[in-house]
């Protein structure tokens, strides 16, 4: 029996419509979606390390891409480009130099010694540049030196100075009063003054002045005479003349012969260390000395 040959598999009309339309759609999908094809990249992904330091300030607002991780969020700023490590304060005993205004020295008393500085610990992932803190050097007494002495002592004593002004002229100040023939009411300035008036009439009349009688001179004169507690007179003053130095300076000469005067009773002395008495004084044609 002979083998009968396999026929060629026909490809028809409709097989070839079929291709073309699926051809057809394939490319306007890949117009009209943009398929693109790319081949996958198996390079290893790079890993984004970041250093933690220790930041001094706080920001409200944490930055969208930090540089580092820190204790607290923080904003960079400055003026530099390039992205910078940030620098950590350092804490030193030595005072850094630098121009500036320098305030006034004032005098040191008895300074506190200062606390050892506490030590620090940084984490950085990065080679550390925190040295080791140093210890402070103990800070010695600082003695006042012989011009602050002699200005202290000169000002001790100018104060000591001023108070004892103060106290002797508190003590120097005398409690003086005033009385006249027209205001003399309490009865025992009125009887004091009394007393004091006759005695002075009483030298007067007996040592009227020669030149006042050779002269038949008259006039009358204000005089205010002071006199201290023991009866001493302190001072005579002239308030208004006479017209005549001749009866002025008698009038001041009678009053000094009839001193002293009585000394003060203990309820005048109380209360008064001076007693002014003002009064005016007469001398008439007919040779009187008299007080009104």
Same mark, same amino acid.
């Given at each position: 029996m002979s083998a009968v040959p396999a026929s060629p598999p026909r490809i028809?009309?409709?097989?070839?419509? /079929?291709?073309t339309?699926?051809?057809a759609l394939a490319l306007h999908a890949l117009i009209i979606l943009g398929i693109t094809f790319k081949t996958r990249d198996h390079s290893p992904t790079p890993i984004r390390t970041l250093d933690v330091i220790l930041v001094n300030t706080k920001s409200a607002e944490a930055p969208k891409t930090p540089d580092y991780l820190a204790q607290a969020s923080q904003r960079g700023g400055g003026e530099e480009q390039r992205r910078v490590r940030p620098q950590e304060n350092k804490t030193t005993i030595l005072p850094a130099k630098g121009k500036g205004q320098a305030p006034m020295p004032l005098p040191e008393a008895h300074p506190k010694p200062s606390p050892p500085a506490p030590r620090r610990v940084v984490t950085t992932t990065g080679p550390s540049?925190?040295?080791?803190?140093?210890?402070?050097?103990?800070?010695?007494?600082?003695?006042?030196?012989?011009?602050?002495?002699?200005?202290?002592?000169?000002?001790?004593?100018?104060?000591t100075a001023e108070l004892n002004s103060q106290v002797q002229a508190a003590a120097s100040r005398k409690r003086e009063r005033w009385i006249t023939a027209a205001n003399t009411r309490a009865y025992k300035y009125a009887a004091y003054m009394q007393a004091w008036r006759q005695k002075v009439e009483r030298?007067?009349?007996?040592?009227?002045?020669?030149?006042?009688?050779?002269?038949?001179?008259? /006039?009358?004169?204000?005089?205010?005479?002071?006199?201290?507690?023991? /009866?001493?007179?302190?001072?005579?003053?002239?308030?208004?003349?006479? /017209?005549?130095?001749?009866?002025?300076?008698?009038?001041?000469?009678?009053?000094?012969?009839?001193?002293?005067?009585?000394?003060?009773?203990?309820?005048?002395?109380?209360?008064?260390?001076?007693l002014h008495i003002t009064r005016t004084w007469q001398f008439d044609a007919g040779n009187r000395f008299s007080s009104r």
């Open positions: 028809t009309p409709n097989d070839r419509l /079929g291709l339309l699926f051809l540049r925190e040295s080791a803190p140093r210890r402070p050097k103990p800070v010695l007494e600082r003695r006042p030196d012989a011009s602050t002495l002699i200005s202290r002592s000169m000002q001790i004593a100018s104060l030298i007067g009349n007996l040592n009227y002045p020669d030149d006042a009688r050779r002269e038949n001179l008259s /006039g009358s004169l204000l005089l205010d005479v002071a006199i201290r507690a023991d /009866g001493s007179v302190a001072k005579i003053t002239l308030q208004r003349s006479s /017209g005549s130095k001749v009866l002025d300076d008698a009038a001041i000469r009678i009053v000094r012969l009839a001193a002293p005067f009585s000394p003060f009773p203990k309820d005048i002395r109380a209360e008064t260390d001076i």
